[in-house]
């Protein structure tokens, strides 16, 4: 079956409606992809890392899902750092003496909330496109690409 619609002007517009052939069987919906380790062992979701303040600061954000597994996390004495995978520059998390250190600390992790931690980019090294790993104690997020 043919349709032919008519546009504005002189342009026209032809659909063609062909018969579908037999059916080919359904193909089998693929199994859910496994939890990523960040998930199953840390109980987050890494949800981005941007650049912020004209590129000199890196905006680490991530979920919590599990606040048993992300209490480690979010502890004031880990020290959070990050690394870039090209150069090797290691990025610290900047702490000032009247605001403290630039993420969220808590006892007390809230499920579904997001957390931050920020990082110095100095003389803005980092940029979009960049793959870097963060580090916060023992947990790792390896090739986060900052956006």
């Given at each position: 079956?043919?349709?032919?619609?008519s546009g504005c002007g002189k342009s026209h517009i032809v659909v063609d409606f062909a018969e579908e052939p037999d059916a080919e069987p359904a193909a089998t919906v693929p199994e859910a992809a496994p939890e990523?380790?960040?998930?199953?062992?840390?109980?987050?979701?890494?949800?981005?890392?941007?650049?912020?303040?004209?590129?000199?600061?890196?905006?680490?954000?991530?979920?919590?899902?599990?606040?048993?597994?992300?209490?480690?996390?979010?502890?004031?004495?880990?020290?959070?750092?990050?690394?870039?995978?090209?150069?090797?520059?290691?990025?610290?998390?900047?702490?000032?003496?009247?605001?403290?250190?630039?993420?969220?600390?808590?006892?007390?992790?809230?499920?579904?909330?997001?957390?931050?931690?920020?990082?110095?980019?100095?003389?803005?090294?980092?940029?979009?496109?960049?793959?870097?790993?963060?580090?916060?104690?023992?947990?790792?997020?390896?090739?986060?690409?900052?956006?």
């Amino acid at each position: 079956m043919c349709m032919l619609l008519s546009g504005c002007g002189k342009s026209h517009i032809v659909v063609d409606f062909a018969e579908e052939p037999d059916a080919e069987p359904a193909a089998t919906v693929p199994e859910a992809a496994p939890e990523p380790l960040t998930l199953q062992q840390w109980g987050i979701e890494v949800e981005a890392l941007r650049l912020s303040a004209a590129d000199r600061m890196l905006d680490f954000r991530y979920r919590v899902k599990d606040p048993q597994k992300a209490h480690e996390l979010l502890k004031n004495d880990q020290k959070p750092y990050l690394v870039d995978k090209a150069t090797g520059l290691k990025l610290l998390m900047p702490a000032s003496t009247k605001i403290g250190p630039l993420r969220q600390a808590t006892l007390k992790p809230q499920a579904d909330r997001v957390y931050f931690v920020m990082f110095a980019n100095p003389g803005g090294f980092i940029k979009r496109g960049s793959k870097v790993d963060v580090f916060i104690g023992d947990f790792v997020a390896r090739d986060v690409v900052v956006q």
